[in-house]
């Protein structure tokens, strides 16, 4: 009898491709996402960030300074923007364009090493030395704390003599001055120590430990380098990520709406309804426009309801905001009420359109950041997740919340997402003609 249940039980599961898909594919897909985000990082190390370099001193400690982080392995330090192909290498950042970058999101962090750092490059008598302005979006979280923490470790490993001789000083000072034959030894000590690093390149990696950092909107970061921190986007705003969930949230449920809705085509043809329609002089384009258009509406209604409930509950600023909202909005809704018709067109059972469905929204979600920041994702997957509706719509409103960028800068998001929809319409088009008599 048991035999004859288990028999029972794998020829239904067989016949029943919905309940083998949730049950098996699913799983490994999102096994397999999360896998490629997270696999390939070990537990002690911490994703590569950008960071721009802006040396405003250019004494041989800043420069030290400088190359110790392009040295450095968990930062992507540069003083100057990448050249484009066959074009000459751009000019080296200055204080106003690596704050523009940091502001347009091009990079999430800056090091503004500031005028006067040669003097005194190591903070051991406290406000001896000139304040390092640390840059950042706060929308990353992970980038200023990882920059400020590399700052004060690359002191200690890039310059361990310029650290010994500020060291000596204090300790000169502190003790009642030395005695010439400890200058003397110390001084030749010094010497012998600066030769053995020239003859390295200046690299004195390996020779010291990182020390303990914090971050905040003008926070101060002290340790053996100054360090103001300051929030260049999102400073003066309540509630800064609630746009980013928002967002990332209503697109994945926009998602599953669109798909429940747009399989009332499958239940109008199981029921005849769909023949009657298309008899009436109703032609399939008409039919799939006017289910698009309601399907906008609802998606644009549930859009609106989410952020009129983040503005109320959340303090998000949405009504100084409204003519970026809705041109997401519209954008956003039309794409996945297109992506709605497409699946139901390919589908021929509601437990298939289910099925197929809830595989590919939250495979999308998860690639698309609705689950996981795209920014703390490694770079190769970041640019797998732009074949998803949810990293565009999620870009777009965090270009109108976040970095308060006017709707002319809504260019490409708009384009990818109404773009999409087109083509995703004509697809539904094509595979509903199965639904039309000859």
């Not at 035999?3 to 919905?18: E, K």
């Not at 909202?325 to 794409?335: L, W």
């Not at 809504?410 to 509903?432: I, N």
């Amino acid at each position: 009898m048991i035999l004859a249940l288990l028999r029972t039980g794998y020829r239904s599961l067989r016949r029943d491709r919905a309940a083998f898909v949730l049950s098996f594919v699913l799983p490994v897909a999102f096994f397999t996402i999360f896998g490629a985000i997270f696999g390939g990082q070990r537990m002690n190390t911490t994703p590569r960030v950008n960071v721009i370099l802006v040396d405003e001193d250019q004494s041989v400690a800043s420069k030290r300074l400088v190359q110790g982080l392009e040295r450095e392995s968990s930062l992507n330090a540069f003083t100057h923007a990448w050249p484009r192909k066959g074009e000459p290498v751009p000019p080296d950042y200055t204080a106003a364009t690596a704050e523009a970058a940091v502001r347009s999101g091009d990079d999430p962090a800056a090091l503004i090493i500031p005028k006067g750092y040669g003097d005194h490059p190591v903070a051991f008598q406290g406000g001896d030395q000139p304040e390092i302005q640390l840059l950042h979006d706060s929308s990353d979280p992970v980038a200023a704390q990882l920059v400020s923490g590399m700052l004060q470790k690359t002191v200690m490993t890039a310059m361990p003599d310029v650290m010994a001789r500020e060291g000596m000083k204090y300790m000169d000072s502190a003790v009642g001055g030395f005695t010439p034959e400890q200058r003397r030894n110390m001084d030749a000590t010094m010497a012998d120590w600066r030769a053995y690093l020239d003859r390295k390149g200046g690299d004195g990696a390996g020779t010291g430990a990182s020390a303990g950092s914090g971050t905040g909107g003008g926070a101060a970061v002290t340790g053996m380098v100054n360090v103001k921190v300051r929030d260049v986007v999102g400073e003066k705003k309540r509630s800064p990520m609630i746009a980013f969930y928002a967002a990332g949230v209503g697109v994945m449920f926009l998602l599953f709406t669109a798909s429940a809705t747009g399989g009332s085509l499958l239940d109008e043809a199981e029921c005849g309804a769909l023949d009657r329609i298309l008899s009436a002089r109703v032609s399939m384009t008409t039919l799939l426009a006017g289910k698009l258009t309601y399907n906008s509406l609802l998606a644009s209604s549930q859009l609106v309801i989410m952020f009129l409930w983040a503005a109320l509950v959340f303090h998000l600023d949405l009504f100084t905001h409204l003519p970026g909202f809705f041109v997401m909005t519209i954008s956003t809704a039309v794409a996945v009420a297109s992506f709605g018709l497409l699946l139901a067109s390919l589908s021929r059972t509601r437990a298939q359109l289910g099925a197929i469905g809830t595989l590919l929204i939250l495979t999308m979600s998860a690639l698309g950041g609705s689950m996981f920041p795209r920014f703390l994702m490694p770079e190769a997957m970041q640019k797998v997740g732009l074949i998803t509706f949810n990293a565009w719509s999620i870009d777009g409103y965090t270009k109108v919340f976040w970095r308060d960028e006017p709707v002319t800068h809504l260019g490409p998001q708009v384009g990818v997402l109404v773009g999409s929809a087109v083509v995703l319409f004509l697809l539904a088009r094509h595979f509903a003609k199965r639904w039309e008599h000859t």
